[in-house]
């Protein structure tokens, strides 16, 4: 799981006291879980206006493609939901409609050619924590700018 800056990075190196060392670890991510669900809980806590998830999927889509302008598909389409339980207005369900179309892709568009598209899937490991990261961050500060 991806969570911003806030999900730590536990390595425990093959010497010495191993098993303490993944217990003090195991501890460490514990720790960072709760943090974690408290700004869950605190999302789903906060309903988001049809502007402000407009600016959400705006800001995600900056992110993907660098330029708005250059993004094949609409932000009306990374926020449309792909299963009944996926609307809702609060800034956790709109994150995670987000990240789910964008990781997913497959969603049809134009591209800068104008020629029908479709966008990909995030596959690669990089890519994949790269996009999270920089949606956990954008959920983070509408969180904390609407609190």
């Not at 339980?85 to 369900?93: A, I, S, V």
């Not at 029908?116 to 700018?145: C, Y």
Request: glycine letters at 10%.
């Amino acid at each position: 799981m991806v969570f911003g800056q806030s999900f730590g990075d536990v390595r425990v190196p093959h010497k010495g006291d191993v098993i303490g060392q993944v217990i003090e670890g195991a501890y460490e991510v514990l720790g960072i879980f709760d943090r974690v669900d408290n700004d869950l809980d605190t999302m789903k806590c906060i309903s988001l206006t049809e502007g402000d998830q407009e600016l959400f999927a705006r800001a995600a889509l900056s992110y993907r493609y660098e330029y708005e302008d250059k993004s094949p598909i609409t932000p009306s389409q990374v926020l449309r939901p792909r299963r009944r339980e996926d609307y809702g207005t609060d800034l956790w369900t709109t994150f995670q409609r987000v990240q789910e179309n964008m990781i997913k892709g497959g969603l049809p568009g134009r591209s800068a050619t104008g020629k029908n598209t479709r966008t990909r899937a995030v596959n690669g490991i990089d890519g994949d924590i790269k996009l999270n990261r920089a949606l956990w961050l954008i959920a983070h500060e509408f969180k904390n700018r609407m609190k």
